[in-house]
């Protein structure tokens, strides 16, 4: 299988608020993972690529200092959305790769972040 | 020009009948296709993959390509209510990202 588990599923919180978000692969290493921000009737939007040991690789127009990714291993990546508002309320999904030539991505159940 | 468009729908088709969705992208040195699959309030789910012009069958899908005409489709037969969601289109894109298209909504109706 290729399962990635995120964590938690749904988030209510005030704003300015920092927001942490796990995605974890839990039947395979990850070397590379993707955070994608979807709005509502929208389509997925990449936000950053992260690699296990490097600093992630930011999409033009994400602000790399509110949107904090860390990929401390090779089954976990965490986005960190620093000072929340709004604004920044919607679905944020993750995904992972099972090797690094694969292009397959596996998709985690995704977090739903509400901003107060 | 967006770089992978899909209709947005809503197709609505009858149960039994074959529902067929179709994906242009812009971009031609693109080499892998994907198709996902995602019911509302969920992530997507991945149906298909395609590399190579021509057909490419599995259950009740089939996917074609067409590079020359930068033209990627999903067909399902035998819809089912169950097949009523939003249907991606993925593209790869440079360093292996996946570009999106905005989705095509379907509609079974039993």
């Known amino acids: 299988g290729a399962v990635v588990s995120q964590h938690p599923s749904r988030v209510i919180c005030k704003s300015g608020t920092s927001v942490k978000i796990e995605c974890r692969s839990l039947d395979f290493q990850a070397t590379t993972m993707f955070w994608y921000r979807q709005f509502p009737k929208q389509s997925l939007m990449l936000m950053a690529t992260?690699?296990?040991?490097?600093?992630?690789?930011?999409e033009q127009g994400v602000e790399k200092d509110k949107f904090l990714i860390n990929h401390a291993s090779l089954t976990l990546s965490t986005l960190t959305v620093t000072s929340a508002h709004p604004e920044d309320s919607s679905f944020y999904i993750c995904?992972?790769?099972?090797?690094?030539?694969?292009?397959?991505?596996?998709f985690g159940p995704g977090t739903r972040l509400l901003l107060l | 020009q967006k770089e992978v468009e899909q209709n947005s729908g809503p197709l609505s088709v009858p149960e039994g009948a074959i529902a067929s969705l179709n994906c242009t992208y812009s971009d031609r040195g693109s080499q892998s296709f994907f198709w996902y699959r995602q019911y509302s309030g969920k992530s997507p789910e991945l149906i298909m993959f395609?590399?190579?012009?021509g057909d490419k069958e599995d259950g009740r899908f089939t996917a074609q390509l067409n590079k020359a005409s930068q033209y990627v489709s999903l067909l399902i037969r035998d819809s089912q209510p169950s097949d009523s969601a939003t249907y991606l289109c993925a593209v790869t894109h440079q360093g292996g990202k996946l570009i999106f298209g905005q989705g095509t909504e379907l509609s079974v109706k039993p």
């Open positions: 995904s992972a790769t099972r090797d690094p030539m694969a292009e397959t991505q596996y």
């Open positions: 992260s690699n296990e040991g490097s600093k992630a690789t930011y």
């Open positions: 395609i590399y190579s012009n």
